[in-house]
């Protein structure tokens, strides 16, 4: 297991905290799945990998998306810095996909999961989800707050 949910930070509203736990399933799912194939250097196991790395994917288009919307519709003011860190995380997961596609590269793969990903998620939660999760909850912006 790569992350354990009970270190997870937790936001302001449960609908963001609920895609988080979803979000960590798939990523240690896709993570045993990359051990496996380590040790297992199959076509198969190659082919289960990429299934569960397109799940994660499309799982995170709608993570990401849920959230956009929210913000949206309640007039976030840095919304378009909030959206700009979850469209770099996208370009990078596709990014690592192709080139593990390409290159069978598992050893890059594993390190992407464990160290770039995992910090980015943990940063991106602490910081960007839970002042926008506090705007949702309270409407006030980070912006107002300094005032
Ligand atoms: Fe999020
Ligand atoms: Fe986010």
């Not at 979000?23 to 299934?51: G, M, P, R, W, Y």
């Not at 770039?116 to 107002?144: E, R, Y």
Request: net charge negative; proline share 3%.
């Amino acid at each position: 297991m790569l992350i354990d949910k009970n270190n997870l930070p937790l936001v302001a509203e449960d609908f963001m905290n609920d895609v988080h736990y979803e979000d960590v399933d798939i990523i240690n799912e896709l993570h045993s799945k990359a051990v496996i194939f380590k040790e297992n250097t199959t076509e198969e196991n190659k082919q289960e990998l990429i299934a569960c790395y397109e799940k994660w994917y499309d799982h995170t288009v709608k993570h990401f998306k849920g959230e956009e919307a929210v913000m949206l519709e309640r007039r976030f003011p840095p919304y378009m810095m909030h959206k700009g860190e979850h469209d770099r995380c996208l370009e990078h997961m596709a990014y690592v996909l192709n080139s593990f596609k390409s290159s069978s590269d598992i050893d890059a793969l594993l390190n992407y999961l464990e160290t770039d990903l995992l910090n980015w998620l943990l940063n991106h939660i602490q910081t960007m989800d839970t002042v926008t999760a506090n705007f949702f909850k309270t409407g006030m912006s980070p912006c107002s707050a300094m005032h």
